[in-house]
T-cell receptor
Framework: DQQVKQNSPSLSVQEGRISILNCDYT??????FLWYKKYPAEGPTFLIS?????DKNEDGRFTVFLNKSAKHLSLHIVPSQPGDSAVYFC????????????FGAGTRLFVKA | KAGVTQTPRYLIKTRGQQVTLSCSPI?????VSWYQQTPGQGLQFLFE???????NKGNFPGRFSGRQFSNSRSEMNVSTLELGDSALYLC?????????????FGEGSRLTVL
């Protein structure tokens, strides 16, 4: 029962262009969404989050968009940099998950110089 | 402030053995969650402890167990190891329970079962 889905295992983008990572969830009761970034041999680190009462949150080069009717969120990275190459995990939390944070399978982003 | 510390970082076991992994959360954090990461499966939630009480449990068999001590340090144990238990086990701490807040992860313990 995958409540949070990242259907693209990998994404390749040219440096300077936009990276768009997508995430779908199945239960409308999630009320908080987060993105984490993970480099090899390191633990995931928090990147950006959004509450279900908002549809956009921006932090520098990173913007998260939430479309509740479609149960879809996306992470935009503009401009992409080679240092952004990592695995990105989408996560959701809230009462529906018994308050635990549920993660997607991750998308590996490659930013080519 | 020191981050989340997990020990050991790497270990190799054989089928049927048991293993204990340790996690020291960030000072002041009372919630500790454990996740299993395998290729293609992302981070699968194992359990969460808060103030020495298990608050949440994922869909793992009873061979997976955990506990939390009064100083918030946590251990997880896997008994009767199977080949499929080979994975990266990640611990994350948070100042509060209830999800929705940022989780601070350790570097993980990589378990290989032969």
């Amino acid at each position: 029962d995958q409540q949070v889905k990242q259907n693209s295992p990998s994404l390749s983008v040219q440096e300077g262009r936009i990276s768009i990572l997508n995430c779908d969830y199945t239960n409308s009761m999630f009320d908080y969404f987060l993105w984490y970034k993970k480099y090899p041999a390191e633990g995931p680190t928090f990147l950006i989050s959004i509450s279900s009462i908002k549809d956009k949150n921006e932090d520098g080069r990173f913007t998260v968009f939430l479309n509740k009717s479609a149960k879809h969120l996306s992470l935009h990275i503009v401009p992409s940099q080679p240092g952004d190459s990592a695995v990105y995990f989408c996560a959701a939390a809230g009462r529906t998950g018994g308050f635990k944070t549920i993660f997607g399978a991750g998308t590996r982003l490659f930013v080519k110089a | 402030k020191a981050g989340v510390t997990q020990t050991p970082r790497y270990l190799i076991k054989t089928r049927g053995q048991q293993v204990t992994l340790s996690c020291s959360p960030i000072s002041g954090h009372r919630s500790v969650s454990w996740y299993q990461q395998t290729p293609g499966q992302g981070l699968q939630f194992l359990f969460e402890y808060f103030s020495e009480t298990q608050r949440n449990k994922g869909n793992f068999p009873g061979r997976f167990s955990g506990r939390q001590f009064s100083n918030s340090r946590s251990e997880m144990n896997v008994s009767t190891l199977e080949l499929g238990d080979s994975a990266l086990y990640l611990c994350a701490s948070s100042p509060r329970t209830g999800g929705g807040g940022e989780l601070f992860f350790g570097e993980g313990s990589r378990l290989t079962v032969l």
